[in-house]
């Protein structure tokens, strides 16, 4: 298409590049091209024609004619430093709005030679196409204080290219604040993505060159035709739907899923490892009782024989020995109980410890009763807790029989919310710690266990006779990750110290130190 | 000599000689359990088996009046053993030998129908008396053991229909033995003798085992069609309606 300018309406005004066509016949052409469609313009002036289909569909558009005063407070007509045809020039032009003082009200002038879309604040106003034509948005609503970003694309189709805009904003307490096309405008790279919202101009972002001033050569200082544009302002964007806040989350959200990945990986391999040492727990178990077991089994059977076919070899070392190969069946027992697996609950473990202690105060002249819960909940204790509780729990006995000069024995297992406690009181003389902490040094062992276990332990003497000790032990199930975490911190530990001696004070020295203990 | 007629009130005063078959797969502690056997006054070891198959086979025909049942045995378990020779042989007690003191596994060969169980470590004299004690219809229950037939009885059965239940006496008798007291104390406790307490774990031992029975059968017939059932069909024959 080809364009004349004029710096008044109805007066003709020659190409400026018409010499450079050089053809007479083709200025002549030019010529009355422009004089038609100037009168055209001028006589007519009919711009509403243009816009009547937009106008009666959409009540928020409509077309005025222009009045002086339509054209104030805007700019100078803008473009890149070079022009050329087909030519797309983005602008860029920040403004802030002062805090407390929002804007209540706004209207947007714009024009471009050839075509113009603009944006406020990344929200997409409008579009225009024809240099003559005002563009008035009337921005309804409320634009928030703080800093905002007016884009504008323009496009020149061929020839002379400008931009001219103006934004007039009443603030809440009723100063005007005005905006226009000049100098400080930015030129945004094409290359550049998401430059309608981009807070501050890079530093590279050319300024603007002004291509004239308004109402000079070669656009007119009046628009043939006005279009008032009825629009909501852009809301202000929320902090959850800013750009910033939805990357950050992206990015929280695939970081936590990566780690969720790798704590899923690390149970799994973790599951692997237990399930491993729980296979190798069951088969030491089995093992020593189909090898150890029978074996001393069918030893102990054959020194029986003996003694029974010979009577001297009665009360003999024979006898002894037959004695010592049964203590050490027991302590097997003892052993196959703590390792395997198929124990590590609350049931088993109350059980056994009954059995235990019945069998414990059998030789003794100790009655023994138990006050067990009816219902037992089916909790899982692990066997480093259930080792240690029995282990402090067997300790107490044996202090029991000792010391106590007890005829009764009471065990009570209690569950006190998420807690067991395990109590053994007797109506013996009560329990003197200073003595006690001389001989085995049996009421620090019993401590230290039940630290270990997250538990403690007290001793309580009443003044009656008899005394308590009593063992408490959280059974809340571990959290997911805190087991994690702390199976983690397990293996850490295991793994960093392989080669570091058992401190053989520590009551958690090797289980089968533990184990002849066993009276 | 053997006798071919269980006499429910043996004692070792009884001139008559008491038959045992042992159920044990190692050799030499075969050998050395006959030689114990033989050893006490009124027994004496008339049939041993090497495995639980054999003994299926081999005991029903020596009837003997008590049999000593090895828990481990390869292929078929003391525990699989003592529920088919019970099958056979309902009267004749079965006393469980076990290495070690696994009172799950010993509840396990109760409920299939062990009258009584005994360490192999044990004593020889506590061999003789948990013999005599067996043939004297005791039944012996530590109160480890007691505390798991309280929970097997709580446990909700596959059918409750079939629900067997023990009454109020038994179950106080129960819960006195898982206390801790002995037979003798709670017979003063419930003012009772001590055979009546004895005769009342009796009961429950014969409860478990139907009960134990029950729910075995309706594992199998839940999880297998009817048809294709392979257990001997005299099996389950004599189960007691609930």
Known sequence: MIKFRKSVPGRLQAP??????????????????????????????????????????????????????????LGCWIWDKVTFNKQTVRLWHGFSVPKA?????????????????????????????????????HLEGTLRPGAHVLAVEGFNDNDQAGLILGLRLVLADGQVLQIQSDRTWRVVPNSESDWQTVSSPAADWPTASSAANFGRVPWWNI???????????????????????????????????????YLLI???????????????RDRIARDIHDDLGSKLTQLLLTGEVAQIESEQARGTPLAQMCDGARDILATIDEVVWIVNSRHDNLEDFVIYVCKYTQHFLQSSSIRCRFNIPQDLPASILSEFTRRNLFLATKEALNNAVK?????????????????????????????????AGQERNGLTNMKVRMAEIGGDCEVVNHSGGGCQVIFRVPLKERSFFKSLFQLRSRNHSADSSPARPKDASSPNRKLINDLPEVA | MKTNFRNISTTASVATVTTVALVEDQKDLCQSWVQIIDSFDGFKCTCTCDSAEKAVRVIPEARP?????????????????????????PETPIVILTVLDDDELIFRALEA??????????????????????????????????????????????????????STRETEVLDLLSRGLSNKEIADQMRLSVETVRSYLKTVYEKLHVHCRIEAVMRFTANRPVASVAAPKNSWQKLPVA
């Open chain 1, 16 to 73: 400026k590049y018409a010499g450079d066509c050089g053809g007479l016949i083709r200025v002549i052409a030019l010529l009355v091209f422009s004089l038609i469609s100037v009168i055209a313009n001028s006589a007519t002036a009919r711009p509403e024609r243009i816009f009547i289909g937009v106008a009666s569909n959409n009540p928020a558009i409509y077309v005025a004619k222009p009045e002086p005063e339509t054209t104030n407070g």
């Open chain 2, 65 to 89: 009046d008590v049999i000593l049942m090895d828990i481990r045995l390869p292929c078929m378990s003391g525990i699989e053993c003592t529920s088919r020779l019970k099958e056979l042989l």
């Open chain 1, 266 to 280: 690390q149970l799994v391999s973790q599951s692997k490892a237990h399930h491993l040492v729980q296979a190798e």
């Open chain 2, 113 to 166: 129908g062990a009258d009584g169980y005994l360490l192999k470590r044990s004593k020889p004299a506590d061999l003789r008396a948990a013999l005599q004690d067996v043939l004297a219809g005791g039944a012996p229950m530590s109160s480890a053991i007691a505390l798991r037939v309280v929970r097997s009885f709580r446990r909700p059965p596959a059918n409750p229909q079939n629900q067997t239940h023990l």
């Open chain 1, 403 to 435: 010391h106590s000069h007890a005829t009764e024995l009471t065990v009570d297992i209690e569950l006190n919310g998420s807690r067991l406690h395990v109590i053994v009181a007797d109506n013996g003389r009560g329990f003197d710690c200073v003595q």
């Open chain 1, 101 to 137: 003082n929002p804007v209540v009200r706004a209207e947007l002038r714009i024009a471009a030679d050839n075509a113009f879309k603009v944006w406020l604040d990344g929200q997409e106003l409008g579009s225009g196409s024809d240099w003559r034509t005002l563009s008035i948005y």
């Open chain 1, 223 to 261: 628009p043939t035709s006005v279009l008032h544009i009825r629009q909501e302002m852009p809301k202000p964007i929320s902090v959850w739907q800013s750009r910033t806040f939805q990357i950050g989350l992206l990015v929280g959200c695939a970081v936590f899923v990566l780690i969720c990945i």
